[in-house]
């Protein structure tokens, strides 16, 4: 046992990853499944704000790049899938653990999709946090997340350009364009800030997961790097971000800004957000209609074993 212990602390001293064989800690296995499995149903769930706009889309061509946006996300979701299951956990109860209420999903996609503007504004705000969030992982100490990771950053490139495409077309548009492209921004800012997390004082895991090169910068530090991308790419699009306080500070090199309302946060991880209800019933529907497929899949494999 001495030996395996040893082997692990030196893979994490040394920064070389952790495999599927290696002994690992219980606890660093049970840190992976849990954000590993919230990850992997964030994209799954994160499918239904945007598909809601798949059949209103304003031309072919915004819907078949939309289309295959969304179907990225089941990718992404499947990759995670497939990550966490190497740390001995199986698929079906991973699903269900989500289906029961158990495992949580990023609070973000737990608010509404009201206009065109808002695919713009996920792709440019929402992919662009989880590409900052996401890029450290893919230097994880768990191989097969940080591998799964790296094709997932690529594909949220495209996504957050696409967006940002959308929201470039709508602020050199109309009036009504342009004023559609502000309020959309106004109401996904904040809720893309706490992405990121509660405050680093308030974050449970952050110490212990960052000491196991798990996460690799704190939640503030991300956000604070987030509000700093952002703030130049705004001026570009001509919108207001809608944050009175948010200014440059000479002495920090950052800019200072508003924080999110972290008991909004709370509130909606706890299932109180405006749309929490309806991504999740809508799930329950989706696999309790497709359980023919998952039986057909099943009966092909064992034919073909
Ligand atoms: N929502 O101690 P910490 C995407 C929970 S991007 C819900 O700081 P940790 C792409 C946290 O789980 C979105 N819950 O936790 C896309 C913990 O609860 P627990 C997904 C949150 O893990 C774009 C508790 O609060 N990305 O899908 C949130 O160290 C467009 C205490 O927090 C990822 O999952 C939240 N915002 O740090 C798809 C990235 N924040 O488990 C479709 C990987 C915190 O003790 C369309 N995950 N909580 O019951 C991570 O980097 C981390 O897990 C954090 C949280 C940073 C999210």
């Known amino acids: 046992m001495a030996g395996v212990v040893e082997y692990f602390d030196e893979l994490i001293a040394t920064d070389q990853r952790v495999e599927p064989r290696d002994w690992m800690p219980d606890a660093y296995r049970a840190t992976l499944i ?22 209103r889309a304003p031309s072919l061509a915004r819907k078949a790049i939309l289309l ?36 949580k999903y990023s609070s973000i996609f737990n608010y509404p999709t009201l206009s065109w503007a808002d695919v713009g504004t996920i792709g440019w705000l929402v992919d662009g946090a989880a590409i900052v969030n ?3 992982l893919t230097r994880c100490s768990y191989g097969p997340y940080a591998r799964a990771m790296v094709r997932i950053c690529k594909e949220e490139s495209f996504h957050q350009r696409q967006g940002y495409d959308v929201l470039y077309t709508l602020t050199r548009g109309t009036r009504e364009q342009r004023r559609m492209a502000q309020e959309s921004v106004d109401r996904w800012w904040y809720p893309s800030l706490a992405m990121f997390g509660p405050p680093d004082a308030a974050s449970t895991h952050s110490e212990q997961s960052m000491a196991w ?11 604070q790097r987030f509000v700093d991308l952002c703030v130049p790419q705004a001026e570009v699009l001509g919108v207001t971000l809608p944050d009175p306080d948010l200014r440059w500070n000479d002495e920090r090199g950052h800019y200072d800004f508003t924080p999110p309302d972290y008991d909004e946060l709370m509130a909606v991880v706890a299932g109180d957000g405006p749309a929490n209800r309806d991504r999740m019933r809508h799930r329950r529907r989706a696999h309790d209609q497709h359980q023919w497929v998952r039986d057909a899949a099943a009966a092909y494999a064992e034919k073909n074993r």
């Open 134 to 136: 996401q890029v450290p």
């Open 213 to 223: 090169g798990i996460k690799r910068h704190s939640n503030d530090d991300l956000r």
């Open 34 to 55: 849990r954000q590993i499995a919230q990850h992997a149903h964030s994209e799954i769930i994160g499918m239904q704000p945007e598909a809601n706009w798949l059949t």
């Open 68 to 103: 295959a946006k969304v179907q990225d996300e089941a990718g992404h979701g499947l990759y995670l899938y497939a990550a966490a299951e190497t740390l001995g956990v199986p698929r079906d109860e991973l699903v269900d653990a989500l289906l029961l209420g158990r495992h």
